[in-house]
Every structure is written in structure tokens, then in C-alpha cells.
């Protein structure tokens, strides 16, 4: 793939080099040149014989946020938005069981040895969804059952789906909340499955590949791999008509046989979408031995290819190029940054369902909650000055700013890891989209994509589905362009 050029050895590209804002990075695709602005996610593609310093052509680029006189305004975009900041929960994370009937060899809270028992009463639930309805002011994006194993506590989840189902009529919502559970595919049966289709709430169940691949680290506490169990409830599920996503977590257990994994998940499983786990934690996980993650990008980005050609949607790489070729800037990737709440059994409150398990993340008071969402929002990369150069600025939000933490124990640090896979997606996007315009760019002197342009780009790669699990996840924190003139 091509790569960002620093050196402007064409002319015309020179003359205009100490025009360009800051924020404007450059690309080379044969004979064209790609400008982009990383804040705005404005695009620009040119022939590179074409007179830069042209001034219709110079009007052109600053109208569309490509000159020096963007810098201005960008400062002022980013100071808005780095002292408006207040915590909106519109996202419940509900922990209705802290154990699990499996020992993942990378799960967090193992790793961490901090698995707990307890679970939620049917009581308890209901005064959880009642107070976050209220501090939602009634108006909640999505609920989200977790744990541990949340179908462990089953018939306190089931009764819980149909108290939230009850309170948006009494509510008179507009439109219902989303509701997904998060699952490891087992303690499921038939009637289980019906009632939850019947309410329309979503499943993902975690998945690494076939057998050979998922066995290795998934397994219960005897050892025993836990694929067989799993591909049973995945398949009633399916049966009962149930919208069913995977997540898929990507370590070492499974990095050698990506390609036969997904096409897997494409050909047999057939999911609604599949959400990709990058490797999490500290570099002592499980997941991280031996892996050579720039490799991992690299070959990623093919099996995304072969999988969109599957009709397999890849979650977080599509996600990432919505926000590119809609011109929607992501100021925050995780909504533990301001927009998630998750409860525990006891009642008590965080932002992060990584760090379940670790006391220091978990309060009684919701106002110390809220004090750590504020913390963890101003780690956006638009107000991290080292961040300032990176292509994927608008569209990153920063990645997981628990992985941040783990590796440096402090707030506001960053996983390389998810930078790196970032760009990575935004290259491909620039790229394929020079591709698949080719023609429209070498037929005029500049070519720059209106927002029709690049929603037809989305569709080619079919990446406009709608209505997937954690869509209060994927609309977080997002802004529409605010720099055009």
C-alpha cells in the first residue's frame, strides 16, 4: 500500500507545501496526489501535473479546508470541545453476574485474579434501570447485559429485558432501547432464545475461530475447550431467529490462521457482523506472545478484502471508515469517556467493564464515577499535543484508554498497538477510494469527493448496514463536520 510521503519532489506539490495547514497530510497513488485533512476529513485528489498554485485552484483548496488559514479555526473547534465537556450516561453497562462458567486464559479478571461471584437480584435490577433511565432523562441509547457470564443469573436477566421492554411504554419512548447481551454462547436453551428474539435484543457471542483456534485459550476451569458447548448455543440461537454478532479476539492463539478464521465466521457461522478484539492488556496477556501485530495490520487489511467480498461486516474496521467517508469526528473512541455507566452487583458504579474487579476503579458515589469519565475524555487525541500529527487525528479517539493505563499506570497514555492498526485503516480507505475513482480524478484538474462521492464509496464496500449490536457504542461522541465554509 502506499505510504505518506514527507518529501515533495514534485514541483508543483512544492510550491504549494508552505500553503497547506498542518493538518493536511500527503499521499502518493501513481501519478496522483492525495491531499487530507486529518481534523476536517476533507479529501483532495489531483493529477500531479496540475498547477497547485493556481487561484482558482488555491480558492478551491481553501474553501475545502486545505490551507494554513484552517489552523485558526481547528484551535478553536478543539478548545470548544475540550471545556464542554459533561458526562452524559446514555450507555448501561449491567454486570448482572460477576462469575463465569469459563477460565479464558486471557480473560482480564483472570489474568488480573480478580473474578468475583456475586450476582444481581431481580430487585436490584429493576432500581439499576429505573435510576438510569432517570439519569438518561429517559432518553438511553443502549443496555448492555455483561459480566462475567450474564446467563449464568438467566431468569434475573430475562425478567430484567422485560421490565426495561414494560418502562419504555410507561415511558412512551420514542424508540426502543437497544439491548445486547455479551455472552460465551453457553447456559442457553430454546425458550431462553425465543423470548429474547421476541424482545429484539441482540447477542454476541465470542468466538476465535474454529475448533483448533478457539480451544486453545477458551477453555473451563478442568481445561477443557469450550467449542462444542459454544457451537450449541450459537445454533439455537440462530434457530430462534435471534440477531447474533461474533467477537472474535485476536492474540496469538489464533493470529497464523486468520484468513481460515474468517472465512469461517463467513461461509458457515454467517453472524450479522463480526467485532474484532485487538490484543488487550499488558504485553504479558496470553494473547501478545509472540505476535508481530505491524504483520497483523498489514495481513488484516486482506482478509478484511476477501471477507467484504464474503458478505462478512468486519465491525471495527467498518466503523472507522463510516467516520472517514462520512466526515464524522470521533473525539472519543470508548464511551467509558463520558457516555457509559457500568453497575456492579452491590450497586457499585464505573465507567469501564475492563476493570471489573479492581476497587480503585469502582465507586458508590456517582459524582467520583462522573469525575473519572471527565478524566478520561480529555484523553482524546484532539487535545494530546504528540497526536497532533497523526493521520487517523479525527477519526481515532484515542483506542482503549484502559490498555493506556496497564501499560504505563497512569490516565492518558496510549496503546501503539491501536495507532497503528488506525492508520493502517485509514491508508486502505484513501487508497481504495483512489482506486475505485480513478477514472472521475484523471478526468479533471482536481478532484474533490463531496459527501455523495463518499457515501457511494461506503455502499461499494458495503459498509452502510444499519441497525448492528452496540450501535450506542458506534454513535458515541461523534461529530459532524463543523469546518465547512
Partial sequence: MPQTSNKMKNNNIKLIKAKLSKYVKVFYFGNTVCFFNCLSLDKCYFNKSTNSNDKKILNLLEKNNFLSDFDLRAKKFIDSYRKKFKPDFRQLYLVISEACNFNCKYCRQVTHNSRGKKMMTQEETKQIINDFFKQAKNKPQGVVFYGGEPLLNKDVLLETIKYIRQKERELKFKKPTDLTIITNGTNIDNQSARLIKKHNVYIIVSID????????????????????DVLRGYKIYKSAGCKIGISCTIGSHNYHSLPQVFNYFAKQLKPVNVGINLPHDNYDNPLNVNLDFKLFCQNFLKIFEKSNKNNLYIEHIMRKLNLLFKQEIKVNDCPACGGRLVVLPGKKLGICEGAIGIDNFFFRDIKKTS????????????????????????????????????????????????????????????YNFYLINKNKIKNKKIFIPSIKNQYAFLKEIKGTKQKLPLRSSAQFSKIKNKFKI
Fill in 209 to 228: 475461530g474454529a475448533k483448533k483456534e478457539h480451544d486453545k485459550l477458551r477453555v473451563y476451569k478442568n481445561n477443557h475447550g469450550t467449542f462444542k
Fill in 371 to 430: 469525575q473519572m469519565s471527565s478524566a478520561w475524555y480529555l484523553t482524546s487525541p484532539l487535545f494530546d499535543k504528540k497526536c497532533k500529527p497523526c493521520v487517523a487525528l479525527g477519526v481515532c479517539g484515542g483506542g482503549c484508554p484502559f490498555d493506556g493505563y496497564l501499560q504505563s499506570k497512569k490516565i492518558g497514555c496510549r496503546d501503539a498497538r491501536r495507532c497503528l492498526f488506525i492508520k493502517n485503516i485509514i491508508e486502505w480507505g484513501l
